[in-house]
């Protein structure tokens, strides 16, 4: 098979995961409303699928990215595909709340093992001087699923079944599936003695479950309620032990003396702001759309949808700079223009135009496109190839935490102002887009203070 036809099949073959569970997101998020009709639920218990599958997913994808690592990265995504398949299968079954949420679970889960993977494959199967077109494209297949998802979903609650929204997912994971088997003999490779650490997995994991337990609590009851304060007081508990055990521990998952380096921290900090300040472009601009503007849910859908669609047609292009301008550059420029289109989104006043906002956010989405396949290869260059999984899985996590993060904070200050008149109500937006501008700097000043310290990039 031809080298670039070979790429293809592996990075296709790992998009299908990543596809799938940014896909499922944005089809769960806007059939809500449909469960709470069929189920005679509630929206607080219906928002459980969202909750669990989240939990699910951030809590178990670094004890997957490390059996990837030891097993075989192609072993543990194909089973991640099976587990996703099967969980979509039965929550397209459920016949009642909890079933769906116990199955939504059992996604994330496989989720999980499809995110602690993916990207090591494409490391593991591709030669790093062909990587920058590769992990452009993987930025591609997970940007379409933000830009998919609602539309797709719309159309299935519209003219069928809500099932169908699970069931959509079967193909893909198929797909998914063949393409594991045309690599595992070449992908897999020989197993690695990388140890799992089980301790220090299980240590890590609790702490994450109790800040993002922190972070949902401090989004409905305040940052100053009991709720709040005694999960995130246990993060902080359980990650100072996670943290000393890992430096006493002869076999880390992973060597923590990474993050004193700039070089490496600083692209850490540019996707936790990435996926915090992300979310933040699809929670914010409904609540101005449809208050401000008074305009429909489908309508102010297709503003939201102008980020990822920016991501997703800048994202290849800038796969193939990063073989020419190295890592650092269109992580710096990216950073530019998100926090231009965040810093102009910070001065909205309330007769601002949908378009306007639009265009805005679609500034945000190049930005995101420049940065994300760059910082995927700068993070994964920053370990052996026995560990791929693992730092792919690292990837992931604080990706998932930045969105925990800044999700937390949009909600609280969308609650504080919800009541205002709503000119106090679009100061409060202002608020968080001005918050989310002065992150992204921030990350950037980072980068800045990483590159001076550094050799130029060839």
Same mark, same amino acid.
């Given at each position: 098979?031809?080298?670039?036809?070979?790429?293809?099949?592996?990075?296709?073959?790992?998009?299908?995961?990543?596809?799938? %569970?940014?896909?499922?997101?944005?089809?769960?998020?806007?059939?809500?409303?449909?469960?709470?009709?069929?189920?005679?639920?509630?929206?607080?218990? &219906?928002?459980?699928?969202?909750?669990?599958?989240?939990? #699910?997913?951030?809590?178990?994808?670094?004890?997957?990215?490390?059996?990837?690592?030891?097993?075989?990265?192609?072993?543990?995504?194909? @089973?991640?595909?099976?587990?996703?398949?099967?969980?979509?299968?039965?929550?397209?079954?459920?016949?009642? +709340?909890?079933?769906?949420?116990?199955?939504?679970?059992?996604?994330?889960?496989?989720?999980? &093992?499809?995110?602690?993977?993916?990207? #090591?494959?494409?490391?593991?199967?591709?030669?790093?001087?062909?990587?920058? +077109?590769?992990?452009?494209?993987? #930025?591609?297949?997970?940007?379409?699923?933000?830009?998919?998802?609602?539309?797709?979903?719309?159309?299935?609650?519209?003219?069928?079944?809500?099932?169908?929204?699970?069931?959509?997912?079967?193909?893909?994971? @198929?797909?998914?599936?063949?393409?594991?088997?045309?690599?595992?003999?070449?992908?897999?490779?020989?197993?690695? @003695?990388?140890? &799992?650490?089980?301790?220090?997995?299980?240590?890590? %994991?609790?702490?994450?479950? %109790?800040?993002?337990?922190?972070?949902?609590?401090?989004?409905?009851?305040?940052?100053?309620?009991?709720?709040?304060?005694?999960?995130?007081?246990?993060?902080?508990?359980?990650?100072?032990?996670?943290?000393?055990?890992? &430096?006493?521990?002869?076999?880390?998952?992973?060597?923590?003396?990474?993050?004193?380096?700039?070089?490496?921290?600083?692209?850490?900090?540019?996707?936790?702001?990435?996926?915090?300040?992300?979310?933040?472009?699809?929670?914010?601009? +409904?609540?101005?759309?449809?208050?401000?503007?008074?305009?429909?849910?489908?309508?102010?859908?297709?503003?939201?949808?102008?980020? +990822?669609?920016?991501?997703?047609?800048?994202?290849?292009?800038?796969?193939?700079?990063? =073989?020419?301008?190295?890592?650092? *550059?269109?992580?710096?420029?990216?950073?530019?223009?998100?926090?231009?289109?965040?810093?102009?989104?910070?001065?909205?006043?309330?007769?601002?135009?949908?378009?306007?906002?639009?265009?805005?956010?679609?500034?945000?989405?190049?930005?995101?496109?420049?940065?994300?396949?760059?910082?995927?290869?700068?993070?994964?260059?920053?370990?052996?190839?026995?560990?791929?999984?693992?730092?792919?899985?690292?990837?992931?996590?604080?990706?998932?935490?930045?969105?925990?993060?800044?999700?937390?904070?949009? #909600?609280?200050?969308?609650?504080?102002? %919800?009541?205002?008149?709503?000119?106090?109500?679009?100061?409060?937006?202002? =608020?968080?887009?001005?918050?989310?501008?002065?992150?992204?700097?921030?990350?950037?000043?980072?980068?800045?203070?990483?590159?001076?310290? *550094?050799?130029?990039?060839?």
């Amino acid at each position: 098979m031809q080298a670039g036809r070979a790429d293809r099949l592996v990075v296709l073959t790992a998009g299908c995961g990543m596809f799938l %569970s940014s896909l499922d997101t944005g089809i769960v998020n806007i059939a809500l409303p449909t469960w709470v009709r069929t189920f005679h639920s509630s929206i607080a218990t &219906m928002t459980w699928t969202i909750t669990l599958y989240t939990l #699910a997913l951030v809590g178990t994808v670094m004890i997957f990215g490390r059996l990837g690592d030891r097993y075989g990265r192609v072993t543990v995504y194909g @089973a991640g595909l099976l587990v996703f398949l099967a969980a979509s299968a039965l929550c397209g079954l459920s016949g009642s +709340p909890g079933t769906l949420i116990a199955f939504r679970a059992l996604q994330g889960i496989g989720a999980a &093992m499809l995110q602690g993977t993916a990207t #090591a494959i494409i490391t593991t199967a591709i030669p790093k001087e062909r990587q920058g +077109p590769a992990f452009g494209l993987l #930025a591609v297949l997970l940007g379409l699923g933000p830009v998919l998802g609602p539309g797709i979903g719309g159309l299935i609650l519209s003219a069928g079944s809500w099932r169908w929204l699970f069931w959509i997912n079967i193909p893909v994971a @198929a797909a998914g599936l063949w393409g594991c088997s045309c690599l595992r003999k070449s992908v897999n490779g020989p197993k690695n @003695a990388v140890p &799992m650490n089980l301790p220090g997995h299980l240590l890590l %994991s609790a702490s994450v479950l %109790s800040l993002l337990q922190g972070l949902a609590m401090a989004s409905r009851s305040g940052m100053l309620s009991t709720a709040t304060w005694g999960p995130l007081v246990l993060f902080a508990v359980l990650f100072a032990l996670f943290v000393c055990r890992e &430096m006493r521990t002869s076999r880390p998952i992973v060597d923590l003396k990474l993050f004193l380096r700039i070089g490496f921290t600083a692209p850490v900090l540019g996707i936790f702001v990435l996926g915090g300040a992300t979310s933040l472009g699809f929670i914010l601009p +409904p609540y101005f759309l449809e208050q401000a503007r008074h305009l429909d849910s489908w309508q102010a859908g297709l503003v939201n949808l102008s980020g +990822p669609l920016g991501l997703v047609l800048v994202a290849r292009s800038s796969g193939r700079l990063m =073989e020419r301008a190295g890592t650092v *550059r269109p992580m710096m420029a990216g950073l530019v223009a998100m926090a231009a289109a965040y810093g102009a989104l910070g001065t909205m006043q309330a007769d601002w135009q949908p378009w306007g906002m639009a265009a805005l956010l679609g500034l945000y989405g190049i930005g995101a496109g420049l940065f994300l396949p760059s910082n995927t290869a700068a993070m994964m260059s920053a370990a052996g190839r026995d560990i791929q999984g693992t730092m792919g899985a690292i990837q992931r996590m604080v990706q998932n935490l930045g969105i925990a993060c800044y999700t937390a904070i949009a #909600a609280a200050i969308i609650t504080a102002h %919800s009541r205002s008149g709503i000119d106090t109500f679009v100061g409060g937006l202002r =608020e968080a887009w001005l918050f989310a501008a002065a992150t992204i700097v921030l990350s950037l000043t980072v980068f800045v203070v990483a590159s001076r310290r *550094r050799r130029p990039e060839g």
